[in-house]
C-alpha cells in the first residue's frame, strides 16, 4: 500500500507541471474573462480599458474595426452578446505577448434579432504599461461537422 501511494504521488508530481500556469498565462485568462463579461455587460469603460489603442478587430465576415469601432458595436448595443462561452481554451506567452485561442459559442440579439454563433477566435494581448491589452482578435468560421 505505501509503495502504491508513493508511485501516485510521484506521477502527480510528473503531471503537474503539465497543468501549471505562470502569472502572465493566469494574467492573461483574467483579461480574456474581464473581456467576455464586458461584451456580455456592453460596458464601454471596461471595453475602452481592456483594447488597445492600436486594436484590429477582425470579423469571420471580413469586417475589421478599430478600438472605437469595436467599443461602440458592443456598447451601443448594434453587435449585443446575451450570452458568450468559451471553450478550448490556450494561452501562450511570448515576452510581452500573448496569443490566446480558443471556441466561441454566444446567444445574440443583434438589432432585436436573436440568433446563436459559434467561432474559432484568435486574440493578441500585449503588456502595455504593466497591463494586458487586446491588440488584436480574427475570428473565422469553423467547418461544419
Request: hydrophobic letters at 45%; charged letters at 20%; aromatic letters at 6%.
Amino acid at each position: 500500500m505505501k509503495r502504491l501511494t508513493l508511485m501516485l504521488a510521484f506521477c502527480l508530481l510528473a503531471v503537474a507541471p503539465l497543468f501549471a500556469q505562470t502569472k502572465d498565462e493566469k494574467d492573461v485568462a483574467n483579461a480574456v474573462e474581464f473581456m467576455r463579461k464586458a461584451m456580455v455587460d456592453g460596458d464601454r469603460a471596461r471595453l475602452t480599458q481592456l483594447a488597445a489603442d492600436d486594436l484590429s478587430y477582425g470579423h469571420s465576415s471580413g469586417k475589421i474595426q478599430d478600438k472605437a469601432a469595436f467599443v461602440e458595436a458592443i456598447a451601443s448595443g448594434a453587435s449585443d452578446f446575451v450570452t458568450i462561452d468559451l471553450t478550448q481554451q490556450t494561452i501562450k506567452v511570448v515576452g510581452n505577448t500573448a496569443i490566446v485561442r480558443h471556441i466561441l459559442t454566444a446567444q445574440t440579439n443583434d438589432g432585436g434579432k436573436p440568433g446563436t454563433t459559434q467561432l474559432g477566435i484568435m486574440l493578441i494581448f500585449q503588456k502595455q504599461k504593466g497591463a494586458w491589452k487586446l491588440l488584436a482578435r480574427q475570428a473565422y468560421h469553423l467547418p461544419v461537422q
